[in-house]
DNA sequence: GCTAATGTATATAGAAACGATATAGAATAA
DNA sequence: TTATTCTATATCGTTTCTATATACATTAGC
């Protein structure tokens, strides 16, 4: 039930990202160094988050990477929920047929609130509020 | 981060056990059967439950186990603490050495605030609740 | 005491996910 | 045109997950 690293560095990769918001695009590169992480995981793991529009790229010399909103408009739990697929402790809680005690299964409900619960705490927090707390 | 199925089947395990709480030892394979999922299998899981005291086994013939606790004093919190070896969603939360940066950094804090909040729900349902529910 | 019924312990093993790396290709500013 | 950067795929070793198999220990009931 541990976050994997995926969530956990790409969160790292979109506050570092938050942080020099103002400094035009950045090199993977940059934040690799910066984040102690290998470029090419980082490349694997800024797949999504393009695709979603949270990031926005350009190639060539002076290219890089953007952020494609203010840090202010991103929450925590936007990027877990993109980057572990979903926001559900199970998979049922998304596909009832998985399992066929879905319809009866007492714990399935526990675990879509404890889910609920948690991503409501993820969702309270911006990468600007994270930038703001250091 | 989805559970594992050592906690969903654990905790469908205390449920079942909670559920035929007044007949007395119950075979792992009667549970298994209603449960559908291998006896073998449940062995496993049953080890760390039985060590932390929350059920009692008698072997022989008309052995079985039982829960050691009444369904009312058993969270389904304690059980997925235990059953994931920790009630936090990273490494790092328990064990600030594994990483240099845990003193710095800014996701280790929501981390924890989100394993709270979750764990804060997970606690405040007994097996009695559960059973309750259905 | 024996014996059958039950739980206990340990080892093994296939499958899937995790974490990371490598290679080749496409776009573009200068 | 070229150097720089991002993009796309493939690969690969390790670990964890899930499950099964085998041998052993305990004990109720005869």
Redesign the interface.
């Known amino acids: ?4 690293t995926r ?2 560095y790409g ?2 990769l979109m ?1 570092d990202m938050a942080e020099h918001y103002d400094d035009g695009p950045i090199h993977l590169m940059k934040i690799a160094q910066r984040q ?1 992480i290998s470029v090419k995981y980082l490349e694997q793991i800024i797949i999504p988050l393009k695709k979603a529009q949270y990031i926005k790229s350009l190639r060539g010399p002076k290219g890089g990477h953007v952020l494609a909103k203010p840090p202010e408009e991103i929450t ?1 739990g936007e990027i ?1 929920a993109l980057l ?1 697929e979903g926001d ?4 049922c809680s998304q596909n009832a047929e998985v399992c066929e ?1 879905s319809s ?1 299964c ?2 399935r ?3 879509r ?10 969702d309270s ?1 911006t990468l600007a509020d ?2 703001n ?2």
């Open positions: 039930m541990k976050l994997s969530s956990r969160t790292r506050l102690g925590v877990v572990e559900s402790l199970v998979e005690r009866v007492p714990t409900q526990v675990w609130e404890a889910a609920a619960a948690m991503f409501a705490k993820l927090v994270l930038l707390r250091t």
